[in-house]
């Protein structure tokens, strides 16, 4: 991290003899001004730091800031003091050795910090006080630390200076109540992290006699500081959500305020100390979680939201009295829960929620019903619980996608909750807070911190909300990767355990990590279509061959096959259009899981193998979790690092980011490149739009399309920055499925892809690659590059050549990428260790990214499962959540792979590159193997380059093809003078006025506010600053957290949009209950009109543009009638005009 104002200085040329006892005596004496730490950073135990020349580097700190530029000043002069018979080199380090404020006024010694919560603007709740407390403000790290002692062990806290709501100057009494003391009151949107001092035992300090490390002032030296949870005895941080640190009596809070950006001045401040009670149940305690007298009613719903509420800031403590309950009580729960919604968009904390209740429940109480349109789909509203190493936060209830359990089970479903164990500021919670590496040796063992601890309390013994006692239930594979379990709260009529025998027998299961994914199998988010009996499932022998080396395949690893006429059953119930059946479904049946790909000659509605089959059950339920289809390919960092690795040139990479970029140009200005951009890269994702292009909407003349398109457009532009995530025209990403008939040959691979835009003019022509054209679709011949995500090896990367076969082609396999059953080992195991359950492949058909030379693919058998010799047991699985949590190190070994193939010559070929992917390919297995990946100490980058925008980090500049590529980007102006420079003309279109439409447009505006309510509910919840965000799924402004952890926000994208769409199916619902069939026309023009007229529009309250367009068919069904009308009128006066000019002639 670059630190302003920094007070360390990089030396280089120290004598080896020299400890840092003797640089910190040295450089006091020189400069003059006092030296307070100083070490040599040991790559390995005992292994002095050196440049490439050889010479020995160190590190020195000063009190000041100023000591820094002194000693720089100084040492350029070569008359410098020299050390022994060396001349040092000194240079400005780019971080501190200790954390430090650069300015002595932010560096606070003796205050007091007090922990509660504001129940009024001027009162305050004090939970819990220490004295003697030293803080230190460092605005240039934006982070407070401050320093405690509780019960003989020593405390940090970390506020970071993002998690602080509003920071006010304030003055609070004294004892004597005559005078007053100065103070700073922070609101916290999240709990300090916390870190405990735990000592070095003496055999492993690397820090003997201040011979590599050492400092004054009583800073820690032996010591590190390790994650812990809330220590106190009454868990104050769970319960506050402010903390106030009151200044020594000489101090003034105007100088350390001015750190801060949100500040303010308030005055004198009132405390209430309270006492604690002490908590005695049969599960974990977490706070804040509110308790509610036993004699009023309180609906579970009504109970979650208040509590969510507090848990935001949105509602004090102390407001949830009896006077709220009891106005609540009143309400019915569809009403009272609307109120506690509005409540939550309010952008201050509400004090007087009862007199909020009584005025919103009047005025919702004349507003239309609006459960007429309530969806029918088969969706979940999902409890979601956050848990941090000190807080609980409640979230919720939301829309997904349901799982077939759930479902099953709806009758329950609020006892359901999707429980995840998260950071403070709801990141994820990196690996060496549950467990930390402090003594060395072959008999050492890690320290299991106290956050390890309460994860495996929770899961062991659950925790309450209200009468409900969650209890752990189980979790799928990819919830393992997320830190995030499902809990049930057992009734007289279900508990977690039946529904655990419900999904099936798993105690012939005899490992632990298999077993608990096994578990978790049927809680994958699917669409529920009909059950199938055993009478109609066929079983298929494997495909497998054993080589000379004892290594085992299997070539049909997860694939079987649905017949042609049951598939189209299927895709009835997925809500597909009759047109369209998908090739190939995955699926989870009983089970089995994997891939069925359609099989015309199959009377069997299903066929499938021995290796779909993970376990034993009655259920006969097929769901489908997602189907093949047209699917763009982007490239990435990954794909980007192995091609160069094998040759691509940079240009290359260039040319294609500078072609997306063009097409990003253009997306606003000309309607044919944004109907280009939308089929090619979004497939279907974007019909309304691509409908709107299609009736001749420019992309600058109609808000709403403008809106969707240059959200789009500005997302994109963040993806291919952050990421390298470039389109690539002549390629897919497609589901991988099996050659039953065995045509083709091992290095051959079939694929048919469905074709868009100027592809379709290829194939007509049969030009480049695609051959056997029918209309939409064609065979791709040729070399192909074939890969899968995530790739770090060199041999994860394929050529292959894709053939035309006429047998195969008569099987009607389209957007499948079809691979042989012939060969000495499979080509999906080859590319990454992928198999045919599901996995998805690139695959481009573009002669410049295809290598010329492959590297041998990796060899992905990996260790053996450890297996017991009893039935697993739930402690076992519950246990093993934990470790997994404390050894992923998946995202540590993505990243070093990352820096290390950029700096080194070999790139991804390099040595350390190649343990990398082995390592990774070990850690993606963890989940199912059990056996952990241990990173290397001396694999962790230093230094990390530009390109990963890494700000908390030492970086240097790349001068490999990621760097080029990302100033390439950095230095293209195009796209944002293009976005800058257009603002769309808000237009009504009188094209969409029917006749009739004014008798609807009373109740068109009442759907219109019902709708508002509804959006604006989701903006809130998912944090948007406006609606596009909602839309297009793309937050602007994303926490922390979220840009910090890819997989989560891309989790939080599909949610949104999940979202969005159960909204939309509502709102069609309102729509079609509104009127007969025969007045859609005018109901939907209505529509259009109390959102688009500028009568309405012109109202303060902003418009939501995708209201009318809930009903695109119907209104550009309108639009286009209109312009063939005008059409037919243009020939008649052209026609009419031509008889005229005939008869004068």
Request: include cysteine; charged fraction near 25%; aromatic fraction near 10%.
């Given at each position: 991290?670059?630190?302003?104002?920094?007070a360390?200085?990089?030396?280089?040329?120290?004598?080896?003899?020299?400890?840092?006892?003797?640089?910190?005596?040295?450089?006091?004496?020189?400069?003059?001004?006092?030296?307070?730490?100083?070490?040599?950073?040991?790559?390995?135990?005992?292994?002095?730091?050196?440049?490439t020349?050889?010479?020995?580097?160190?590190?020195?700190?000063?009190?000041?800031?100023?000591?820094?530029?002194?000693?720089?000043?100084?040492?350029?002069?070569?008359?410098?003091?020299?050390?022994?018979?060396?001349?040092?080199?000194?240079?400005?380090?780019?971080?501190?050795?200790?954390?430090?404020?650069?300015?002595?006024?932010?560096?606070?010694?003796?205050?007091?910090?007090?922990?509660?919560?504001?129940?009024?603007?001027?009162?305050?709740?004090?939970?819990?006080?220490?004295?003697?407390?030293?803080?230190?403000?460092?605005?240039?790290?934006?982070?407070?630390?401050?320093?405690?002692?509780?019960?003989?062990?020593?405390?940090?806290?970390?506020?970071?200076?993002?998690?602080?709501?509003?920071?006010?100057?304030?003055?609070?009494?004294?004892?004597?109540?005559?005078?007053?003391?100065?103070?700073?009151?922070?609101?916290?949107?999240?709990?300090?992290?916390?870190?405990?001092?735990?000592?070095?035992?003496?055999?492993?300090?690397?820090?003997?006699?201040?011979?590599?490390?050492?400092?004054?002032?009583?800073?820690?030296?032996?010591?590190?500081?390790?994650r812990?949870?809330?220590?106190?005895?009454?868990?104050?941080?769970?319960?506050?959500?402010?903390?106030?640190?009151?200044?020594?009596?000489?101090?003034?809070?105007?100088?350390?305020?001015?750190?801060?950006?949100?500040?303010?001045?308030?005055?004198?401040i009132?405390?209430?100390?309270?006492?604690?009670?002490?908590?005695?149940?049969?599960?974990?305690?977490?706070?804040?979680?509110?308790?509610?007298?036993?004699?009023?009613?309180?609906?579970?719903?009504?109970?979650?939201?208040?509590?969510?509420?507090?848990?935001?800031?949105?509602?004090?403590?102390?407001a949830?009295?009896?006077?709220?309950?009891?106005?609540?009580?009143?309400?019915?729960?569809?009403?009272?829960?609307?109120?506690?919604?509005?409540?939550?968009?309010?952008?201050?904390?509400?004090?007087?929620?009862?007199?909020?209740?009584?005025?919103?429940?009047?005025?919702?109480?004349?507003?239309?019903?609006?459960?007429?349109g309530?969806?029918?789909?088969?969706?979940?509203?999902?409890?979601?619980?956050?848990?941090?190493?000190?807080?609980?936060?409640?979230?919720?209830?939301?829309?997904?996608?349901?799982?077939?359990?759930?479902?099953?089970?709806?009758?329950?479903?609020?006892?359901?909750?999707?429980v995840?164990?998260?950071?403070?500021?709801?990141?994820?919670?990196?690996?060496?807070?549950?467990?930390?590496?402090i003594?060395?040796?072959?008999?050492?063992?890690?320290?299991?911190?106290?956050?390890h601890?309460?994860?495996?309390?929770?899961?062991?013994?659950?925790?309450?909300?209200?009468?409900?006692?969650?209890?752990?239930?189980?979790?799928?594979?990819?919830?393992?990767?997320?830190?995030?379990?499902?809990?049930?709260?057992?009734?007289?009529?279900v508990?977690?355990?039946?529904?655990?025998?419900?999904?099936?027998?798993?105690?012939?299961?005899?490992?632990?990590?298999?077993?608990?994914?096994?578990?978790?199998?049927?809680?994958?988010?699917?669409?529920?279509?009909?059950?199938?009996?055993?009478?109609?499932?066929?079983?298929?022998?494997?495909?497998?061959?054993?080589?000379?080396?004892?290594?085992?395949?299997?070539?049909?690893?997860?694939?079987?096959?649905?017949?042609?006429s049951?598939a189209?059953?299927?895709?009835?119930?997925c809500?597909?259009?009759?047109?369209?059946?998908?090739?190939?479904?995955?699926?989870?049946?009983?089970?089995?899981?994997?891939?069925?790909?359609?099989?015309?000659?199959?009377?069997?509605?299903?066929?499938?193998?021995?290796?779909?089959?993970?376990?034993?059950?009655?259920?006969?339920?097929?769901?489908?979790?997602?189907?093949?289809?047209?699917?763009?390919?982007?490239?990435?960092?990954?794909?980007?690092?192995?091609?160069?690795?094998?040759?691509?040139?940079?240009?290359?990479?260039?040319?294609?980011?500078?072609?997306?970029?063009?097409?990003?140009?253009?997306?606003?200005?000309?309607?044919?490149?944004?109907?280009?951009?939308?089929?090619?890269?979004?497939?279907?994702?974007?019909?309304?739009?691509?409908?709107?292009?299609?009736?001749?909407?420019?992309?600058a003349?109609?808000?709403?399309?403008?809106?969707?398109?240059?959200?789009l457009?500005?997302?994109?532009?963040?993806?291919?920055?952050?990421?390298?995530?470039?389109?690539?025209?002549?390629?897919?990403?497609?589901?991988?499925?099996?050659?039953?008939?065995?045509?083709?040959?091992?290095?051959?691979?079939?694929?048919?892809?469905?074709?868009?835009?100027?592809?379709?003019?290829?194939?007509?022509?049969?030009?480049?690659?695609?051959?056997?054209?029918d209309?939409?679709?064609?065979?791709?011949?040729?070399?192909?590059?074939?890969?899968?995500?995530?790739?770090?090896?060199?041999?994860?990367?394929?050529v292959?050549?894709?053939?035309?076969?006429?047998?195969?082609?008569?099987?009607?396999?389209?957007?499948c990428?079809?691979?042989?059953?012939?060969?000495?080992?499979?080509?999906?195991?080859?590319?990454?260790?992928?198999?045919?359950?599901?996995?998805?492949y690139?695959?481009?058909?573009?002669?410049?990214?295809?290598?010329?030379?492959?590297?041998?693919?990796?060899?992905?058998?990996?260790?053996?499962?450890?297996?017991?010799?009893?039935?697993?047991?739930?402690?076992?699985?519950?246990?093993?959540?934990?470790?997994?949590?404390?050894?992923?190190t998946?995202?540590?070994?993505?990243?070093?792979?990352?820096?290390?193939?950029?700096?080194?010559?070999?790139?991804?070929?390099?040595?350390?590159?190649?343990?990398?992917?082995?390592?990774?390919?070990?850690?993606?297995d963890?989940?199912?193997?059990?056996?952990?990946?241990?990173?290397?100490?001396?694999?962790?980058?230093?230094?990390?380059?530009?390109?990963?925008?890494?700000?908390?980090?030492?970086?240097?500049?790349?001068?490999?093809?990621?760097?080029?590529?990302?100033?390439?980007?950095?230095?293209?102006?195009?796209?944002?003078?293009?976005?800058?420079?257009?603002?769309?003309?808000?237009?009504?279109?009188?094209?969409?006025?029917?006749?009739?439409?004014?008798?609807?447009?009373?109740?068109?505006?009442?759907?219109?506010?019902?709708?508002?309510?509804?959006?604006?509910?989701?903006?809130?919840?998912?944090?948007?600053?406006?609606?596009?965000?909602i839309?297009?799924?793309?937050?602007?402004n994303?926490?922390?957290?979220?840009?910090?952890?890819?997989?989560?926000?891309?989790?939080?994208?599909?949610?949104?949009?999940?979202?969005?769409?159960?909204?939309?199916?509502?709102?069609?619902?309102?729509?079609?209950?509104?009127?007969?069939?025969?007045?859609?026309?005018?109901?939907?023009?209505?529509?259009?009109?109390?959102?688009?007229?500028?009568?309405?529009?012109?109202?303060?309250?902003?418009?939501?543009?995708?209201f009318?367009?809930?009903?695109?068919?119907?209104?550009?069904?309108?639009?286009?009638?209109?312009?063939?009308?005008?059409?037919?009128?243009?020939?008649?006066?052209?026609?009419?005009?031509?008889?005229?000019?005939?008869?004068?002639?």
């Open positions: 991290m670059k630190i302003a104002n920094c360390t200085i990089k030396i280089i040329g120290v004598p080896p003899t020299t400890t840092a006892g003797d640089l910190l005596t040295f450089f006091s004496s020189a400069v003059g001004i006092q030296a307070i730490a100083s070490d040599f950073p040991l790559l390995r135990r005992g292994w002095l730091p050196r440049t020349e050889g010479a020995i580097t160190a590190r020195v700190q000063f009190s000041e800031p100023d000591g820094a530029s002194k000693a720089l000043e100084m040492f350029r002069d070569e008359k410098a003091p020299q050390l022994g018979w060396n001349r040092l080199e000194v240079s400005i380090c780019e971080d501190d050795i200790i954390p430090r404020a650069s300015t002595s006024s932010n560096r606070l010694e003796d205050a007091e910090l007090l922990l509660g919560n504001r129940l009024q603007e001027q009162t305050m709740e004090v939970i819990q006080s220490w004295n003697r407390v030293r803080v230190e403000i460092m605005p240039e790290r934006e982070r407070i630390d401050i320093f405690l002692e509780n019960d003989g062990h020593k405390y940090k806290l970390e506020v970071r200076f993002d998690d602080i709501i509003s920071s006010c100057g304030c003055k609070l009494p004294t004892e004597d109540a005559t005078n007053s003391s100065d103070a700073i009151l922070l609101e916290l949107m999240y709990a300090p992290r916390i870190y405990c001092a735990v000592d070095i035992p003496k055999k492993n300090r690397n820090y003997k006699t201040e011979r590599y490390h050492t400092c004054t002032g009583g800073l820690q030296s032996q010591c590190i500081w390790i812990q949870p809330d220590f106190t005895c009454n868990s104050s941080f769970g319960k506050s959500g402010c903390l106030c640190l009151k200044l020594p009596q000489s101090s003034s809070y105007k100088q350390p305020l001015k750190s801060f950006s949100r500040q303010a001045e308030i005055g004198d009132t405390l209430l100390h309270t006492e604690s009670i002490p908590h005695n149940s049969d599960c974990i305690e977490l706070h804040p979680l509110l308790e509610i007298p036993s004699e009023i009613p309180v609906p579970y719903e009504i109970l979650f939201q208040l509590n969510s509420l507090v848990h935001m800031h949105k509602l004090p403590p102390n949830v009295d009896l006077d709220l309950l009891k106005t609540l009580s009143k309400l019915s729960l569809e009403l009272g829960t609307k109120i506690l919604q509005r409540m939550h968009r309010l952008k201050s904390t509400c004090y007087n929620p009862v007199q909020f209740v009584e005025k919103h429940s009047s005025e919702i109480a004349r507003g239309r019903n609006s459960n007429a309530r969806s029918k789909q088969r969706l979940m509203r999902c409890f979601r619980v956050l848990i941090t190493p000190t807080k609980v936060y409640l979230q919720g209830p939301e829309a997904e996608k349901s799982n077939y359990i759930v479902q099953h089970f709806s009758k329950f479903s609020t006892d359901f909750a999707r995840s164990f998260v950071d403070e500021d709801w990141s994820k919670l990196p690996f060496n807070s549950l467990s930390t590496q003594e060395h040796g072959f008999s050492s063992k890690p320290l299991k911190t106290g956050i601890s309460r994860i495996l309390s929770v899961l062991k013994n659950g925790f309450r909300i209200g009468e409900k006692k969650f209890e752990f239930l189980a979790f799928s594979a990819s919830q393992l990767r997320g830190n995030s379990v499902w809990m049930f709260a057992s009734n007289s009529e508990t977690a355990a039946t529904i655990r025998e419900f999904m099936g027998q798993f105690t012939p299961i005899r490992s632990i990590s298999k077993c608990a994914a096994r578990m978790g199998q049927l809680f994958s988010s699917s669409t529920q279509t009909m059950n199938v009996s055993e009478c109609h499932i066929q079983m298929l022998p494997d495909i497998e061959v054993s080589t000379g080396t004892g290594a085992k395949y299997c070539f049909s690893d997860g694939i079987g096959q649905i017949s042609r049951f189209r059953q299927v895709a009835e119930k809500g597909l259009p009759h047109t369209h059946t998908p090739s190939a479904y995955q699926i989870r049946y009983g089970g089995f899981k994997g891939v069925v790909a359609v099989n015309r000659n199959s009377f069997n509605k299903l066929s499938l193998r021995g290796s779909m089959k993970k376990f034993e059950s009655q259920n006969t339920m097929l769901n489908i979790t997602k189907w093949s289809d047209y699917q763009p390919a982007f490239l990435n960092r990954e794909i980007i690092t192995l091609l160069s690795t094998l040759g691509v040139p940079d240009d290359v990479f260039d040319e294609m980011q500078n072609e997306h970029l063009m097409l990003l140009d253009k997306i606003l200005t000309s309607r044919d490149d944004a109907l280009k951009s939308v089929q090619r890269m979004y497939g279907k994702d974007l019909k309304i739009a691509e409908r709107m292009l299609k009736e001749e909407y420019e992309p003349s109609e808000p709403y399309l403008f809106m969707v398109l240059k959200a457009s500005t997302y994109q532009l963040v993806d291919i920055r952050t990421k390298c995530r470039i389109f690539v025209p002549r390629a897919r990403v497609s589901i991988g499925c099996l050659d039953e008939l065995g045509q083709l040959e091992y290095g051959q691979v079939y694929i048919r892809v469905t074709l868009k835009n100027e592809e379709l003019i290829d194939a007509a022509r049969e030009e480049g690659c695609l051959r056997k054209f209309g939409t679709t064609a065979v791709v011949v040729g070399k192909v590059v074939v890969t899968k995500n995530p790739c770090l090896h060199p041999g994860d990367v394929r292959l050549d894709a053939i035309y076969d006429a047998e195969l082609d008569e099987m009607g396999m389209i957007d990428l079809v691979f042989p059953q012939k060969g000495k080992r499979p080509h999906p195991n080859e590319c990454s260790g992928g198999d045919l359950d599901g996995d998805l690139f695959v481009s058909w573009n002669e410049q990214l295809i290598p010329h030379e492959t590297d041998p693919p990796m060899d992905y058998s990996g260790p053996r499962q450890r297996t017991m010799d009893h039935d697993v047991t739930l402690e076992e699985i519950q246990n093993f959540f934990v470790d997994y949590m404390a050894n992923d998946l995202g540590t070994i993505s990243n070093a792979h990352l820096v290390h193939s950029d700096r080194e010559p070999l790139k991804a070929r390099s040595e350390n590159c190649l343990e990398l992917a082995r390592l990774h390919s070990m850690s993606v963890f989940a199912k193997t059990g056996a952990p990946a241990e990173m290397p100490q001396r694999l962790i980058p230093k230094e990390y380059p530009d390109f990963m925008e890494r700000h908390d980090k030492p970086t240097y500049d790349s001068t490999g093809v990621l760097g080029k590529l990302y100033r390439s980007f950095v230095s293209y102006t195009g796209i944002g003078d293009a976005a800058r420079g257009i603002a769309c003309k808000s237009s009504y279109d009188c094209d969409l006025e029917v006749e009739g439409f004014m008798n609807y447009l009373e109740e068109a505006q009442e759907y219109y506010e019902m709708y508002h309510e509804r959006f604006s509910n989701l903006m809130c919840y998912y944090k948007a600053k406006d609606e596009e965000e839309v297009t799924g793309n937050l602007s994303k926490s922390l957290y979220l840009k910090k952890d890819n997989k989560q926000y891309g989790e939080l994208k599909d949610r949104i949009l999940f979202a969005f769409k159960d909204l939309r199916r509502e709102a069609e619902g309102w729509f079609k209950n509104s009127c007969d069939e025969s007045e859609y026309s005018k109901m939907a023009s209505a529509w259009y009109h109390v959102v688009y007229h500028p009568n309405f529009s012109g109202t303060e309250e902003k418009r939501f543009l995708s009318p367009w809930v009903n695109f068919d119907v209104l550009l069904d309108i639009k286009a009638s209109k312009r063939h009308m005008r059409k037919l009128e243009e020939l008649r006066e052209e026609g009419m005009r031509d008889v005229c000019d005939d008869d004068s002639s």
